[in-house]
């Protein structure tokens, strides 16, 4: 008689579906995989991840100095892949405007056109101006931009014909730096505030309350721009940036305190948490152990969708002056160029770094709502 122990495992029956086996997944896992079924989420990841790297790698990316001038505006140069007669051509090039010797019948200026015969070829890893890669090695390679080293506009030139697109790229670190600089302040500020008030609770929690009720009760554009005019012009550039970047933090903690302590308020009366207080457990343990980590989730998708809000603040004070000085870059300081309306019918191009922007939130703002769906169990 065979053994118990060697008999075969049984059949599975006819039309039963044999699930697949997991092992037993984190947090961080099951996160993950609900997040890759999002397109929107994944797309919006891929953005950032594309935009930090051009941040980091600006100098690499530009394809000029975006700090030379020239004549003035100038409008893109597309790149083409035909020859002065429409005859197809392998490697791409550009087309420099240049005055004909003909006269427009109505300005009697001269017409300007492409200059065919003197094409600038195009191609990857272009020697360019100089720069220092993370600020200690030298390097004169672009990752793409023309051959013979002679300046290429792909979105034009601004009024004081300096590259649109090279500053664009650069100006994304200002842009990002302040964005995730003030959010992260915000965070910190406001998680440690909204879990503290919410587990003690009694008064301190109600004079902390009416203290977040006016902070949320100043109305903060004119607070912006009348704390940021008390810097005296003369001011060093980086004294502003810090300014700028401590009233964007005083002014934006309150809000995400206020839903922290909501969360805490609900964590705090938990079986788990009683339990802990029971045995003795000290209330630093308690926050840091048992509500923050369940506060995090929330804390996660809060920062993504706060960020967009950063760059749209700052776009907006760049436009109006308040929030970078030169010779510091960044895309609401490129936008001042967009004040009047004859200025932007005639040069259009210099709206470019909206495009910019646009992109930015889009790719924050998926992203969030992908994690807020894969954070979520139900």
């Known amino acids: 008689m065979l053994a118990l122990d060697n008999l075969p495992p049984p059949l599975p029956a006819e039309g039963a579906i044999s699930k697949p086996q997991r092992g037993n997944e984190s947090y961080i896992a099951l996160v993950w995989r609900r997040l890759k079924r999002s397109w929107t989420g994944m797309a919006g990841l891929c953005l950032v991840v594309l935009l930090l790297v051009m941040a980091v790698f600006a100098e690499f990316l530009a394809p000029m100095d975006p700090k030379v001038t020239d004549v003035g505006f100038a409008p893109p140069q597309m790149p083409a892949f035909h020859d002065k007669n429409g005859n197809f051509v392998a490697r791409p090039r550009v087309y420099a405007l ?84 003030v959010v992260f302040i915000i965070t910190v500020i406001g998680t440690t505030v909204g879990m503290v008030s919410g587990y003690f609770g009694g008064r301190f ?37 810090a300014f700028v970047i401590i009233v964007m933090s005083a002014l934006g903690w309150a809000q995400m305190s206020r839903e922290v302590r909501g969360k805490t308020l609900a964590l705090a009366r938990i079986e788990y948490v009683r339990a802990a207080m029971a045995v003795g457990a000290t209330d630093r343990r308690i926050i840091m152990q048992h509500i923050f980590p369940n506060v995090m989730s929330h804390v996660i998708v809060a920062v993504t969708l706060a960020i967009p809000t950063v760059v749209l603040l700052e776009s907006f004070l760049g436009f109006l002056g308040f929030a970078v000085k030169p010779p510091l870059i960044s895309w609401g300081l490129m936008l001042q160029d967009t004040a009047t309306y004859s200025v932007i019918g005639t040069y259009p191009w210099i709206l470019s770094p909206v495009g910019f922007v646009l992109a930015t939130v889009f790719a924050f703002n998926a992203l969030g709502d992908g994690l807020r769906d894969a954070v979520d169990p139900y």
Request: proline letters at 9%.
């Open 98 to 181: 240049a005055d004909s010797a003909d006269l427009d019948p109505v300005t009697f200026q001269p017409v300007v056109g492409p200059d065919y015969d003197h094409p600038r070829l195009l191609g990857f890893f272009a020697h360019g101006a100089p720069y220092k890669l993370f600020g200690l090695l030298p390097a004169d390679r672009h990752l793409f931009g023309s051959l013979d080293g002679q300046p290429v506009h792909f979105l034009g030139t601004d009024k004081f014909g300096r590259d649109v697109l090279s500053r664009a790229i650069h100006g994304s670190r200002v842009s990002l730096m302040i964005a995730l600089t």
């Open 205 to 241: 929690d109600i004079w902390m309350q009416r203290f977040v009720d006016l902070v949320l009760a100043f109305p903060q554009l004119p607070l912006y721009l009348a704390l940021t005019t008390l810097i005296p012009v003369t001011a060093p550039t980086n004294v502003f940036l």
